[in-house]
């Protein structure tokens, strides 16, 4: 990437695809970072810059990239390739990291500070890095480019949620689960395979995960 093309990238400030960091604290922290991004759609971590898009620099890119090398290799399951560039702007160095949107996902992330160290997944919400829902960790599995392909059957299930998501725009899984009387793990197996199916889409929220038609259902 060019120095004017950073600079560009930068002056957009965070978002989705684009993260800032003024210096690496913890390989989990930026693991957490990295997975998110491979989780959803890929993005940009940059080391050097401040939240506000101020250009500090790292004091040695070469301890940095290290980090970040061990942090996708060790932290994340399954490992995640980074690519690694170091940019001069202002007289000082920058680490641009690129992370592409992975075709294994979840990747999951070993947090130390987790007293029971289970695994987490992370997605990239906006400037958030969030934990991701039971849900959406089976959307992320059934949408990978190797996930066997999807045969769809809709049935009375299927045709009363989309009725209810005409009337009502979204339901979440205990939306779906109430309104057919069945279990809310089977609610979720059959919205999942609708967003596999290109049917449904799933959208995160604070307090839960809820589901929305993409495309019309005769």
């Known amino acids: 990437m060019r120095p004017k093309e950073l600079l560009e990238l930068i002056s957009k400030g965070e978002s ?17 970072e990295i997975a998110a991004f491979a989780n ?8 050097g810059v401040d939240d506000n898009g101020y250009i500090i620099g790292v004091r040695s890119e070469k301890s940095i990239q290290e980090q970040i090398e061990t942090a996708c290799e060790f ?39 987790n ?27 059934a949408t990978n480019a190797d996930s066997k392909p999807l045969r769809i059957i809709i049935g009375d299930k299927e045709k009363r949620l989309f009725q209810y998501l005409e009337m009502h725009e979204r339901a979440t899984v205990k939306d779906f689960a109430r309104l057919v ?5 089977r609610a979720e197996r ?23 038609l993409i495309e019309k259902i005769d």
């Open 75 to 113: 932290y994340i399951d399954p490992p995640v390739i980074p690519h690694i560039e170091i940019e001069e702007l202002y007289g000082r160095d920058v680490v641009v990291c690129y992370i592409r949107e992975s075709e294994h996902k979840p990747h999951v992330v070993f947090n130390q500070d």
């Open 115 to 141: 007293e029971k160290n289970k695994p987490v997944v992370y997605i990239r919400v906006g400037e958030k890095c969030l934990v991701a829902s039971k849900e959406m960790k089976r959307v992320l599995a």
């Open 181 to 185: 009387n069945i279990s809310n793990r």
């Open 190 to 212: 059959l919205m999942v395979r609708l967003v596999k199916a290109g049917v449904l889409q799933i959208h995160i929220d604070t307090a839960h995960d809820y589901f929305t």
């Open 40 to 47: 959803t759609i890929g993005g940009y971590l940059l080391v």
């Open 16 to 32: 989705s695809t684009l993260e800032f960091k003024r210096k690496i604290s913890s390989y989990e922290k930026i693991a957490k």
